[in-house]
């Protein structure tokens, strides 16, 4: 069944003309807000090993994991030749630019490497860097995958975050040769509904970007969010909550904007909840149907705005 939005995989298969496989990597990259640049502690929500739970083997060597990654992939989809690395954990380009450069060569000269992807925060994009991915742009395709996580200075600063929006905005401007996926969490304290969705809106009209990620906020053990969590700082969202969150924030998504992620993945021994989180494909298919009832798509009501306005 086609989706009702911009799918990363259509994507992919637009630009690169088949399947093709983004391959995680640890680079042995530290957080500005971890080693005490910016602040101590990391974000609260995030847990001592970062995002790279599911990197098979994270601490051999880059090339290694590499290779390991493949033959990961290769054992459900053996014809696929083409590959994205990601450099997924932590903060990919916080340290200097000769740092930067070494740790990526070693993955994106590997044959079948059509591009790079890399998570980072807008803090950490000094113009050296830029001037680097804009050089990496004329050889493959790049894109900076660019923590947000909310828009709202008073939930940042209750989860540690140590920037603010007007930063990200900033960066955003300053790095127009790469693409840009934004990355918001739904769920986090305090935070309503309304303005889950405000997020959303605030990072599709305020910046030029090209894609985003929404994810839904994972309660891990070990991480500082628990204490939130058990002082009745934090309620985790129902699925029937997020569906509704995730629905009403790709209506006012332009169509153009790809989307590379709704949901998320969390390893099963470390999540403390949302539980029906772990049930990956039964909530992309409660979007799919919530969608579908509505009769709504991405964009639906950017449409509908622009026209009222013509």
């Not at 502690?41 to 994270?58: L, Q, W």
Request: a negative charge.
């Amino acid at each position: 069944m086609k989706k009702r939005y911009r799918t990363v995989n259509d994507y992919y298969r637009e630009i690169f003309g088949e399947k093709i496989f983004k391959l995680p990597i640890d680079a042995g990259f530290d957080c500005p807000n971890r080693d005490g640049t910016v602040a101590h502690g990391g974000c609260t929500f995030c847990t001592v090993s970062g995002s790279g739970d599911a990197i098979v083997a994270p601490e051999a060597p880059i090339r290694e994991q590499f290779y390991h990654e493949i033959d990961f992939m290769h054992r459900k989809w053996p014809e696929v030749q083409k590959y994205l690395v990601y450099f997924q954990n932590f903060t990919n380009t916080h340290a200097p630019l000769e740092v930067i450069k070494e740790r990526y060569e070693q993955a994106i000269n590997e044959p079948g490497v059509v591009g790079i992807n890399i998570g980072t925060r807008p803090d950490c994009l000094p113009d050296d860097v830029i001037d680097y991915l804009a050089e990496l742009t004329e050889r493959m395709h790049v894109t900076v995958e660019l923590g947000l996580q909310t828009t709202y200075e008073e939930t940042s600063e209750l989860i540690n975050r140590a920037h603010s929006y007007d930063l990200y905005v900033e960066t955003v401007k300053r790095a127009p040769k790469a693409e840009i996926v934004s990355h918001l969490i739904n769920g986090l304290p305090g935070e309503t509904h309304e303005m889950m969705v405000e997020n959303v809106r605030r990072c599709v009209t305020d910046n030029d970007i090209q894609g985003i990620k929404l994810h839904l906020l994972h309660l891990m053990t070990n991480t500082r969010m628990q204490r939130d969590y058990h002082e009745g700082r934090l309620k985790l969202l129902s699925q029937e909550e997020y569906v509704s969150i995730i629905c009403d924030q790709l209506e006012i998504i332009p169509e153009d904007i790809v989307i590379h992620r709704i949901t998320g993945d969390a390893p099963r021994d470390m999540l403390i909840g949302p539980m029906w989180s772990l049930n990956k494909w039964e909530v992309l298919n409660a979007i799919d149907k919530e969608m579908e009832r509505r009769d709504s798509w991405q964009g639906c009501k950017v449409a509908n705005e622009k026209e009222e306005k013509a």
